[in-house]
Nanobody
């Protein structure tokens, strides 16, 4: 069992930055890769950022390329999503999800966090 807890969301203005955290507990962190997703009101959940299979290169959705970065701290069992130059269209609930490292981006995902709200005002 893996528990994922996101934090760091909030209300910011366009152009501001936020850093989201996803803290994992339970089974060995090194076995898992955590990706970030988001879901805006009235829209389907979409992939935002993640690590390639077996800890490979980072991958980003086109909408966030050049503005968001993803990183991980094995000592803290935590993955971060640094979001810069935020836009109102980035408003969504952000979720992290865990998949086995051998699995590709896209899943299957075994565990999900509860989400953290990010609201960007214009």
């Amino acid at each position: 069992q893996v528990q994922l807890v996101e934090s760091g969301g909030g209300l910011v203005q366009a152009g501001d930055s936020l850093r989201l955290s996803c803290a994992a507990s339970g089974r060995t962190f090194s076995m898992w890769s955590m990706d970030w997703f988001r879901q805006a009101p009235g829209k389907e959940r979409e992939f935002v950022a993640g690590f390639g299979r077996n800890g490979g290169a980072t991958v980003f959705a086109d909408a966030v390329k050049g503005r968001f970065t993803i990183s991980r701290d094995y000592a803290k069992n935590t993955v971060y999503l640094q979001m810069n130059s935020l836009k109102p269209e980035d408003t969504a609930i952000y979720y992290c999800a865990a998949r086995q490292k051998i699995a590709p981006i896209g899943g299957p995902y075994d565990y999900w966090g509860q989400g953290t709200q990010v609201t960007v005002s214009s």
